[in-house]
């Protein structure tokens, strides 16, 4: 069925740490995935994206992994700061639309930032 | 260069009334999609439109519907409010057929029902 899910709720790090927060997706035929970033009283914002054709995409301080074979995408932040204290989540396009389709998304996991 | 605009931000309705959201998408896109998220939970597609019409549908009964006008912005109404109708109402905005670019969301309408 349609499931995205996060493997941890709550990820704590000291500032200037590495962060990575990962994903388990079901559906093997899934296309594109995206990890947004909600703050407090916010709407999603989008962080980055990858398509099912890559397995690795860098932006800012930020870089997605997607392994296929175990249906896994993560996420890493470098030198995660106060200002990356959010809930993350991963989401899913249906599989079959362009990647203006359907989003499923999965529970979310909390980051928090230790000064 | 004007992101995704929601109003109203909040709103407090009671069981069995019914209420409109509305939905401006960023300058550029042409398709509206909607989704629910409740407190501690990931959004949940309500359903999408383009070109005025429904596009595609996630699993919300018939009491949710919605529509397009011809400058692409979107309405949201749901008709006899539950009390588990309350969430936060996300509207997320794109370009139909850009390989590229994924949903823009706005900041939504946090709807309470009591």
């Known amino acids: 069925g349609e499931s995205v899910g996060l493997h941890l709720p709550t990820l704590s790090v000291q500032e200037g740490d590495n962060s990575i927060i990962n994903c388990a997706y079901s559906n093997s035929a899934s296309d594109y995935f995206i990890w947004y970033k909600q703050e407090s009283g916010k709407g999603p914002q989008f962080i980055i994206d990858?398509?099912?054709?890559?397995d690795k995409r860098q932006g800012q301080r930020v870089t997605v992994l997607l392994n296929k074979t175990v249906k896994h995408l993560s996420l890493q932040i470098a030198a995660t700061q106060p200002g990356d204290s959010a809930v993350y989540f991963c989401a899913e396009n249906n599989p079959g639309s362009s990647n203006t389709g359907k989003l499923i998304f999965g529970q979310g996991t909390t980051l928090q930032v230790k000064p | 260069d004007a992101g995704v605009t929601q109003s109203p931000t909040h709103l407090i309705k009671t069981r069995g009334q019914q209420v409109t959201l509305r939905c401006s998408p960023k300058?550029?896109?042409?398709?509206v999609s909607w989704y629910q998220q409740a407190l501690g939970q990931g959004p949940q597609f309500i359903f999408q439109?383009?070109?005025?019409?429904?596009?595609q549908r996630g699993n919300f009964p018939d009491r949710f519907s919605g529509h397009q006008f011809p400058n692409y912005s979107s309405e949201l109404n749901v008709n006899a409010l539950l009390l588990g109708d309350s969430a936060l109402y996300l509207c997320a905005s794109s370009l139909l057929g850009r390989g590229t670019e994924p949903q823009h969301f706005g900041d939504g309408t946090r709807l309470s029902i009591l």
């Open positions: 439109y383009y070109e005025e019409e429904e596009r």
């Open positions: 300058s550029g896109h042409d398709t």
């Open positions: 990858i398509r099912s054709n890559m």
